[in-house]
């Protein structure tokens, strides 16, 4: 029976002033019930316009009309064969502006909850579903660098094809991003842990402490015989704005930030690798990892935790729902002003953050409209406490140590789109490595158009 409700069934969270004091997954998940009711808004289109937004592919009609019936195994079934981190997407996936962006639905309403209900499918299937049994081998021996999502699609969707894979990871813990970089809010490591179990049971084995450029190189790799080489290794060099008193204590990297929180656990009691407590923080840049840095700060016991962003709130490249988390979770939210320099005391601890107002003009190559300064402006805000999210860039280590591949002025590894390709034979790569960074799931669509082209490379003859 179709639900003509015109808005989404609502997914349970906890409430604000609770979850901004702990580092629990915010939403709840929805229950069967709920699940069965938000798939029955599905209007099961023939030429399944929400499949084009989806980077991997996922069948969603398919998998969405199975839950409408009540055959969740089918519903898992039927994503698992395109996606091999669900669990993941349903969590942190920007559906809005990719699957759900063309549910028909959408054009009179809300439209379907497609995040939602793979999550709720994805956890079904960890509780309730089997591990998939590896392959039969083909004898094809493939390396993939980096435990990320373009890493870990690439070589789930090879081993399934029979491929004997490896992947190196440069931490001790495999799932790169999804790990350092995503909070347990928003995604429990639990969740990730058990999604790599789950690519583990299919074949894949991990090396981890592997750092590709240092303990072996990707040449290295092709002498010991590997035909493939997959190059996911994220982007992970932190980007700063080259201001006076970024050298300040107290002023940290988005990516060093949570890496502490998130890999090295700061927010647990007695953790190894801490971070000082401190009252006031401002963390500068508009993106997904402002407001996970924002959040994070909040719940380490930060008292004020402010966003500091040089355009306004609709030019945010931000999840309009991490928007509406930090808002009712209380971070404070100073748009269009611009650091210009950070002011620090006798000690060398940071005290000041110094802006400028901006005002937006023309837009810009980004489509987004451009800020200039404000003549004769300023502004000032006091703080203990600065993160810089303003973005990173693919570690240089790998380049450095394979010159004959090939990278952009960004330091970005040049590689064919819709293949992964590069001109290096054997050698392909995919994901931040490539893009600079973007989200889990274009990762996710590169690690799987590589694992394409490989297959179809090695059964061709082609290396």
């Not at 289109?45 to 839950?67: A, E, R």
């Not at 996936?93 to 209900?117: H, S």
């Amino acid at each position: 029976m179709l639900n003509k409700s015109t808005t989404k069934t609502p997914m349970p969270e906890q409430e604000p002033a609770l979850r901004a004091r702990n580092f629990e997954e915010v939403a709840f998940g929805y229950t069967q019930a709920q699940a069965k009711r938000e798939a029955e808004r599905c209007l099961r289109c023939k030429n399944k316009p929400c499949v084009s937004g989806c980077p991997v592919g996922v069948d969603i009609p398919s998998f969405v009309g199975s839950l409408a019936e009540g055959d969740t195994a089918a519903a898992a079934d039927v994503i698992r064969r395109a996606n091999a981190l669900p669990a993941v997407c349903g969590r942190v996936c920007p559906q809005e502006t990719q699957c759900e962006q063309f549910c028909v639905r959408g054009r009179n309403g809300e439209p379907v909850a497609i995040g939602r209900l793979e999550r709720y499918t994805a956890d079904w299937a960890m509780e309730y579903g089997e591990d998939e049994s590896p392959t039969d081998p083909n004898g094809v021996r493939v390396a993939v660098v980096g435990s990320g999502p373009a890493g870990l699609t690439c070589a789930g969707a090879l081993a399934r094809l029979g491929c004997a894979v490896t992947v190196f990871e440069a931490f001790h813990k495999p799932g790169g991003v999804l790990v350092y970089g995503i909070p347990e809010f928003r995604l429990p490591k639990a969740i990730v842990a058990r999604e790599i179990a789950q690519l583990e049971a299919r074949g894949v084995a991990i090396e981890t402490n592997c750092v590709v450029g240092r303990t072996v190189t990707v040449d290295e790799l092709l002498t010991e015989g590997y035909r493939a080489v997959f190059v996911g290794s994220g982007a992970g060099l932190p980007t700063f704005m080259g201001i006076p008193g970024e050298n300040l204590n107290g002023v940290y990297s988005a990516n060093e930030f949570l890496t502490r929180v998130n890999l090295m656990r700061a927010f647990e009691k007695g953790a190894q690798t801490p971070i000082q407590p401190v009252r006031r923080v401002a963390v500068v840049g508009g993106g997904n990892v402002a407001m996970d840095a924002a959040r994070c700060a909040l719940r380490l016991g930060a008292e004020l935790v402010s966003i500091v962003y040089r355009r306004g709130e609709q030019e945010m490249p931000a999840r309009a729902e991490e928007i509406h988390h930090a808002r009712e979770e209380g971070i404070a939210f100073h748009l269009l002003v611009n650091p210009v320099s950070l002011v620090g005391d006798e000690q060398g601890w940071v005290r000041e953050i110094v802006c400028v107002e901006m005002e937006l003009s023309e837009p810009d190559e980004s489509g987004r409209r451009r800020p200039v300064p404000k003549e004769g402006s300023r502004v000032t805000l006091p703080v203990d406490a600065v993160v810089m999210a303003i973005g990173s860039s693919p570690n240089p280590l790998i380049r450095q140590t394979t010159p004959d591949l090939a990278a952009n002025r960004w330091g970005c590894l040049v590689a064919d789109e819709t293949t992964g390709r590069t001109a290096k034979r054997g050698v392909y790569a995919g994901g931040d490595a490539v893009t600079g960074a973007a989200t889990v799931i274009l990762a996710m669509g590169a690690g799987q158009a590589a694992a394409r082209a490989i297959y179809e490379d090695v059964t061709s003859g082609r290396i």
